[in-house]
């Protein structure tokens, strides 16, 4: 009951949103509503997942919480490259990976070590050192352009087409990771069935996905529309806007489960459920985009602002080094909380 008026009040705020919009209200209170708005559909997307996934394995669940909970994420940035607003664009996918890996990842081991008799959080080895590796390899990638791009080389000529390229092979990386991990699941990466909330009914559930993944779309396109007079009224960046505000509103889903799982002692389902998400939106969310970003006269590339360079290096580093072991204390949790306010504080200044 409780699950079935949460899921009627998101949906009021997205018409609230629409009917906001479409009487030409105030451009922030459109950006704050449906800001909020697109927080509860992920978190939506979320509950329909969880419920569908109930009829799949235990590793197609996990894939799905984490395929599904990136809609709202890559309808804003559409709409972004549509209107022309390609630092939205960068920054909405660079503020997922970042409110992943370091904000809701470190939450969840804070709420997990907590929880644990020696103060210390343990889960399998296995998926922490597969995200780093993607991490890494997406990296790698960004930092050559970056490279590239700053010394102006033959090759910064064509920063689209490597790009294209770079994708291609992100994405068949990915599908190769996705193959092995769906056939070979680990023991230890339990199904989100079995520690989930109340699931619906398959049909329902079906339902839901569907009108969550529209009100998505409406509503992302809705708050990229009243994006620009809104960020001015308030004072903020546009990059600040993409890092912060949609990259914790686009990602309810992991910042509610991982967390919620993490303090009930549920540790590897916690971090599969975080690190699932950080892994797709690095080698299949932010490749799949560039790809998409061709058909629009706005392209979508790997060349980032020097300074996001450094701190994706420093992330992908930092989880490496704070999960890589099947372990993690209070204070680490802390520390990768701690990155992500000094990035989103430098990004405010920016």
Same mark, same amino acid.
């Not at 990229?224 to 993409?242: M, N, Q, R, Y």
């Not at 590339?301 to 450094?310: A, D, M, R, S």
């Given at each position: 009951? #409780? ?36 927080? @509860? ?34 309808? =804003?940035?559409?709409?972004? /490259?549509?209107? @022309? ?8 996918? /660079?503020?997922?990976?970042?409110? %992943? ?7 969840? =081991? ?18 922490? %050192? ?11 990638? =960004?930092?050559?352009? @970056? ?6 080389? #033959?090759?910064? !000529? ?38 989930? #909330?109340?699931?619906?009914?398959? #049909? ?36 600040? &806007?993409?890092?912060? =505000?949609?990259?914790?509103?686009? %990602? ?41 970003? $061709?058909?629009?006269? !706005?392209? $979508?590339?790997?060349?980032? %602002? ?16 704070? &999960? ?22 430098? &990004?405010?200044?920016?």
């Amino acid at each position: 009951m #409780r699950q079935t008026l949460l899921l009627a009040a998101i949906f009021a705020l997205v018409a609230v949103a629409g009917a906001l919009h479409y009487a030409a209200a105030e451009p922030v209170a459109v950006f704050l509503i449906a800001a909020a708005a697109l927080g @509860g559909l992920a978190w939506a997307i979320g509950v329909g997942t969880e419920s569908l996934g109930a009829h799949f394995g235990p590793a197609v669940t996990g894939l799905l919480q984490s395929t599904l909970g990136n809609l709202p994420e890559l309808f =804003i940035v559409l709409f972004a /490259l549509g209107a @022309g607003e390609i630092v939205v664009a960068q920054t909405s996918i /660079l503020g997922s990976l970042f409110a %992943n890996a370091l904000l809701v990842l470190g939450l969840a =081991i804070v709420a997990g070590a907590q929880r644990a008799e020696d103060g210390v959080m343990r889960f399998h080895a296995r998926l922490p %050192n597969n995200t780093p590796t993607l991490l890494l390899l997406a990296v790698f990638i =960004i930092v050559l352009l @970056g490279l590239s791009d700053r010394v102006g080389d #033959r090759a910064s !000529e064509h920063q689209v087409a490597i790009s294209a390229i770079g994708a291609v092979c992100l994405l068949s990386v990915y599908a190769a990771w996705v193959w092995s991990y769906v056939r070979v699941p680990s023991a230890a990466e339990p199904a989100i069935e079995q520690h989930a #909330r109340t699931t619906l009914p398959l #049909r329902a559930a079906l339902g839901v996905l569907a009108l969550a993944g529209v009100a998505a779309a409406l509503v992302s396109d809705w708050f990229v529309d009243a994006l620009d007079p809104a960020v001015e009224a308030l004072g903020i960046s546009k990059a600040f &806007t993409g890092l912060v =505000i949609v990259g914790i509103a686009g %990602n309810a889903v992991e910042n509610v489960v991982g967390i919620t799982l993490a303090a009930k002692g549920q540790s590897e389902l916690a971090i599969s459920v975080v690190k699932n998400s950080v892994a797709q939106i690095a080698v299949f969310l932010f490749p799949a985009l560039v790809l998409l970003s $061709l058909f629009f006269s !706005e392209r $979508l590339t790997f060349v980032l %602002n020097p300074v996001y360079i450094g701190a994706l290096v420093i992330m992908a580093l930092a989880v490496w080094q704070v &999960t890589g072991d099947g372990e993690a204390a209070v204070f680490e949790g802390w520390a990768l909380v701690a990155l992500y306010v000094i990035l989103a504080v430098l &990004t405010f200044y920016e």
